[in-house]
């Protein structure tokens, strides 16, 4: 049996040249994570771009890592550019592979999608986003650092309080 280590590799938006990689691990970290919007506020209410809802659709399309990577980068990139840097923690949308797989994941801060069975668990600030996903009444959902969940419907259309 062969195990490998993983190792984190910077998405293509978040990598840095010369004096910006002087950065202290501290910094870098709090800057992984941008704080989630507040529940009304511009970010939340702004839908969701044409090209971002397309790379989530094709998160199933292939199963080849680096194509999975690239979709990840431009998911990531698409909330920093156009939603003024409030990224997600990750998403959470119903899987299209088929059988066993019901949904699927996708951590935007390491471009990591992982596939669900009905019965499998998932991370808890993701296990609330899972019956809004099966719902069928939205694309995905978003999760946020702090816990807020924001479905977002087939035209991207955010639904907020």
């Known amino acids: 049996m062969e195990f490998r280590q993983r190792h984190r590799q910077e998405p293509a938006w978040q990598q840095k040249s010369g004096d910006q990689q002087q950065k202290s691990s501290d910094q870098q970290q709090r800057s992984l994570v941008a704080p989630a919007p507040r529940l ?3 970010e939340f209410r702004k839908a969701r771009g044409a090209g971002l809802l397309e790379s ?13 990577r690239q979709l990840a980068d431009q998911i990531a ?3 920093v550019n156009d939603h003024g840097g409030a990224m997600p923690l990750g998403l959470m949308a119903v899987c299209r592979l088929g059988p066993p797989y019901v949904d699927h994941r996708l951590s935007l801060l390491e471009s990591i999608l992982e596939h669900y069975g009905p019965s499998d668990h998932v991370p808890p600030l993701f296990a609330d986003a899972r019956p809004l996903v099966r719902s069928g009444a939205y694309l995905y959902v978003e999760i946020y650092s702090d816990g807020q969940l924001v479905p977002v419907r087939l ?3 955010p639904v907020t309080p």
Do not use: K
């Not at 989530?56 to 999975?68: F, G, H, I, K, P």
């Open 77 to 79: 990139a698409g909330y």
């Open 40 to 42: 009304g506020s511009r």
């Open 155 to 157: 035209d991207g259309t």
């Open 56 to 68: 989530v659709a094709r998160m199933d399309a292939s199963l080849d890592e680096a194509t999975r």
